[in-house]
T-cell receptor, first 115, second 110 residues
Framework: GAVVSQHPSRVICKSGTSVKIECRSL??????MFWYRQFPKQSLMLMAT?????????EQGVEKDKFLINHASLTLSTLTVTSAHPEDSSFYIC???????????FGQGTRLTVV | AQRVTQPEKLLSVFKGAPVELKCNYS??????LFWYVQYSRQRLQLLLR??SRESIKGFTADLNKGETSFHLKKPFAQEEDSAMYYC????????????FGRGTQLTVWP
């Protein structure tokens, strides 16, 4: 079946640094991927839609300059949290649409801790 | 504005009992609704979508536009059904762009 993989699964970074999270479609090409954020014991919140070869579409209230999204190939989207602060600590999850199988195939998530 | 409401944060039933996880939505357009399940330490998985009208693992869900509901039901719960269940609303013209409810943690006791 379709697999979406995120890397790393966990990352700890120092406040003020930037961290990149990768989302890969392992056995299919994904022209569209999505990035979500999940706070502890809360629901998933859609952050942005990542479009291959074009700019990402951000949801209202999400800082574009803070959360940089790049979708340079049909199998990879990256989310870079720039100048991370402790309040950016969260669980980040990506999903992708699978041609012919539907959509909403999720990665395993990345736990970001900013210290 | 679109919204998905799952009124129960926690739900417990005994094995063999019927279970219903509630989901209500508000959306000005034509809704596309889903149920996702997350088992312990696993990723989110699609369980059902209203368009397909299928039964997965004994679960069914019917879209009731009059009541704006998409409740998830199973007549006889099993212990392996214990998981976190999220109701989600597809929004906009971009497929896969989802708005999630807060989730319901289902526990099925032996």
């Amino acid at each position: 079946g379709a697999v979406v993989s995120q890397h790393p699964s966990r990352v700890i970074c120092k406040s003020g640094t930037s961290v990149k999270i990768e989302c890969r479609s392992l056995d299919f090409q994904a022209t569209t991927m999505f990035w979500y954020r999940q706070f502890p014991k809360q629901s998933l919140m859609l952050m942005a839609t990542s479009n291959e070869g074009s700019k990402a579409t951000y949801e209202q209230g999400v800082e574009k300059d803070k959360f940089l999204i790049n979708h340079a190939s049909l199998t990879l989207s990256t989310l870079t949290v720039t100048s991370a602060h402790p309040e950016d600590s969260s669980f980040y999850i990506c999903s992708a649409n699978v041609p012919g199988q539907g959509y909403g195939f999720f990665g395993q998530g990345t736990r970001l801790t900013v210290v | 504005a679109q919204r998905v409401t799952q009124p129960e944060k926690l739900l417990s039933v005994f094995k063999g009992a019927p279970v219903e996880l509630k989901c209500n939505y508000s959306y000005s357009g034509s809704p596309e609704l889903f149920w996702y399940v997350q088992y312990s330490r696993q990723r989110l998985q699609l369980l059902l979508r209203h368009i397909s009208r299928e039964s997965i693992k004994g679960f069914t869900a019917d879209l009731n536009k009059g009541e704006t509901s998409f409740h998830l039901k199973k007549p006889f719960a099993q212990e392996e059904d214990s998981a976190m269940y999220y109701c989600a609303l597809g929004r906009g013209s971009t497929l896969g762009r989802l708005y999630f409810g807060r989730g319901t943690q289902l526990t099925v006791w032996p």
